[in-house]
């Protein structure tokens, strides 16, 4: 599973969202493993300048077919330039048996990289929230399309879907580049942490609901 985001995004732009399918995992796993590419995290996980974009884009691909699809949320712009990887409220925590297929893939492509990411995963999930609310597990926009309002357009759906059920979102984001942007949409930090082992600096971030509407009278 990603967390954090690699965004670059400014205001919301006239970009198509829809669902992500499967035959959208190419060029997704691509998008997502040039928008990583200089992530705190997934550089430490895979340092290896040379090798860090092709191994993330067919360890992307893997989950995305092998788990993602199956049991999170995801949606993706038309044509594919961005995602967007949402866990629904009581969904954040795979079951052992949801996510062992992404192993060998894992194993595969990060090869040493497996034990880093592991560690990151068991840190943020001591601090994860227990209160109801959706998760964003992933965010990217391919770095040709930063600025357009990819990434805006993809959170939105979800976004909406809170502040009309009032339930809270969850993230964490190892870019401090990014807090400016989610702060934008309501996500304030209410906790850091490092990640063991000489792993990145990482942002917690919490967004209440808005009110939802008045309905008409």
Not at 174 to 202: C, M, S, T, W
Request: aromatic share 8%.
């Amino acid at each position: 599973m990603d967390v954090g985001s690699a965004v670059g995004d400014a205001a919301a732009a006239d970009v198509g969202v829809r669902r992500a399918r499967a035959a959208d995992v190419p060029a997704m796993a691509g998008v997502m493993a040039r928008a990583f590419a200089d992530d705190p995290l997934m550089r430490w996980v895979l340092p290896d300048d040379d090798t860090r974009v092709a191994r993330m884009e067919r360890w992307f691909a893997a989950v995305y077919r092998q788990v993602s699809l199956e049991h999170l949320v995801v949606y993706t712009s038309d044509p594919v330039h961005g995602v967007a990887e949402w866990a629904p409220p009581g969904g954040w925590r795979l079951r052992r048996r949801d996510a062992l297929p992404s192993i060998p893939a894992t194993i595969r492509w990060l090869r040493s990289g497996t034990f880093r990411i592991s560690t990151a995963m068991a840190a943020l999930a001591d601090q994860h929230p227990s209160e109801p609310h959706w998760y964003l597990g992933g965010l990217g926009t391919d770095p040709a399309f930063q600025g357009r309002g990819v990434a805006t357009a993809l959170l939105q759906p979800v976004l909406d879907r809170c502040d009309d059920s009032g339930t809270p979102a969850y993230l964490e984001t190892q870019k401090e580049a990014n807090l400016p942007f989610y702060a934008r949409h309501g996500f304030a930090v209410v906790g850091q942490l490092d990640v063991p082992g000489g792993g990145p600096h990482i942002w917690r971030m919490w967004r209440d609901p808005s009110s939802p509407p008045a309905a008409p009278t």
